[in-house]
């Protein structure tokens, strides 16, 4: 089986999401009427990359209103504040050519001046943001052919760096191809994106959905970027961030480095974690998606229907979208609501149901007996936020769990 013409081959499927709603498809009408598709995934035989066995396409994904905004939480703020404190460190006295891949609002490349850096977002909404700003911008996607004209037009990049952005990206080994012709000898290239072995221990299969084209591990990410002439200098495990996600620093492989301890530590955990077989593991996985789903749709379910209680959602996430899809939860009598801080959000429907994302107040769970963590990679923000609530808190990660 091809993914695609992602160059990436699949043998076997390891794991089935069933019919999927695009996860930001947000909708003003009908949410139930959004179109699907089959969401499975299998392992890449080359290179052992988990990869979507089939993806919509991308112009679909990202288009030119995605409602998510990568400055939307204060954690997530500084989070791209210390990113940036990394770069100009790196770089010290060495004058700044700095390229962000999926610039999105602009948080990152803000902590630099507009003559520092340049950027490529193809979703219109966002890449208005940052040329509004002054940044150079691309409105376009990561490939050979965008890469290309940067080169022309800005030479080779000593920094680059790209968050929450290459997972998305179909034909991965061209994404990275792109990098490297882009990337000065001795230049950085960093980037972070949520670890497969965090979805794994954290049975947080809501990762997956279809933006998240592939989860890396950072074996598969060494077989990758081995393809392109680069290589991992140092890896950083973030255990708060988007649930789990690991920052690759990486150089062209000719270039003298030291290798960092983190990479042997990244390998040797995972390699814990698939200590019964890769294909096994994922297996076992796919199984234990069913079992928790089947709980947490039980316990939603029994709360609102049998004991009347009122179940609401916190946090309208693209996760949230695979699990009231996969749960089958779909009707306001099961989850009233969701709960939401993002505009482009608020007044919706979450895609696939018919549950309405209502604007998040101060007193907004007054009256809520129970509600649903969609956000729960914000876990402690969120239970600190609510602490004098009379709401109980519900997350199926690690397991399903009344807080
Ligand atoms: O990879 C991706 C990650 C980085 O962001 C994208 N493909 C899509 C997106 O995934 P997500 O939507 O699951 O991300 P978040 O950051 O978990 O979404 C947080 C959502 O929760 C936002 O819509 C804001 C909302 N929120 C809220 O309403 N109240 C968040 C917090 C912390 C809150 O207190």
Redesign the pocket.
Known sequence: MKTSDTNLKVQETLIRLGDQPL??GFKTNRGDLTPKFKLSYGVDEETGLLTQIRTPSIENMFNDSY??V?S??K??VEHFKKAAEYCSATLGKEKKNILEIGSNDGVFVKNFSTDEAVCVEPCGNFAKITSDLGYKTYNKFWNIETATELLEEHGKFNYIYS??CM??IPDIVQAFAAVSICLKKGGVFVFE??SVLSMINNNSFDQLYD??VHMFSPSAVANLLDKVGLTIYMVKHFKDI?GGSNRYYVIHKDTMFALDRSVNKALEDEEQVFRHGIKKTYREFNTNISKNAELLKTLITSLSRTRGQIVIG???????TTILNYCEITSPQDIKYV????PE?IGKLYPGTNIHIKK?QEDSLKDVGYALL??W??KD??LE?ESKAPTSFITHVPYVTIL
């Open positions: 996860a930001n409602p998510y990568s939307g939480s954690v997530m968050a929450n997972c998305h994106d949520p933006e998240h988007h916190y946090g309208a996430t693209s996760k949230l709960l939401d801080t993002t959000k998040y969609g956000a990679n914000f923000h969120i936020k």
